[in-house]
């Protein structure tokens, strides 16, 4: 099993930055990928970025260029720097972890704005 967290949500102002950090634990020798999605209300869960066990990080279109995932495989840890953030992107962010017996989630963190 593993167990996933994921630190950092909270209310940001539209054209501001956030950083979210979600964490593994458990039984972590099988992971080989981790990843961001969100979902806002209404909508389906997205895919927002993605890195691979090797380093290769791939993004939704709408975010290339102002969002940067990063990973720190020895913490078991991966980051999500979002900058000049648009108002349709408050939703749940959630943390994706890819292991060898299947995929885990974590319970998400909600980033909100003012209008």
């Known amino acids: 099993q593993v167990q996933v967290v994921e630190f950092g949500g909270a209310m940001v102002q539209p054209g501001g930055s956030l950083r979210l950090s979600c964490v593994a634990s458990g039984n972590t020798v099988g992971i080989y990928g981790m990843g961001w999605y969100r979902q806002a209300p209404g909508k389906q869960r997205e895919l927002v970025a993605g890195?691979?066990?090797?380093?290769?990080?791939n993004y939704a279109d709408s975010v290339q260029a102002r969002f940067t995932i990063s990973r720190d495989t020895a913490k078991h840890t991966v980051y999500l720097k979002m900058d000049r953030l648009i108002q349709e992107e408050r939703a749940v962010y959630l943390c994706?972890?890819?292991?060898?017996?299947?995929?885990?989630w974590g319970q998400g963190t909600q980033v909100t704005g003012s209008s």
């Open positions: 994706y972890v890819d292991h060898n017996d299947g995929g885990y």
């Open positions: 890195m691979a066990g090797y380093g290769r990080a």
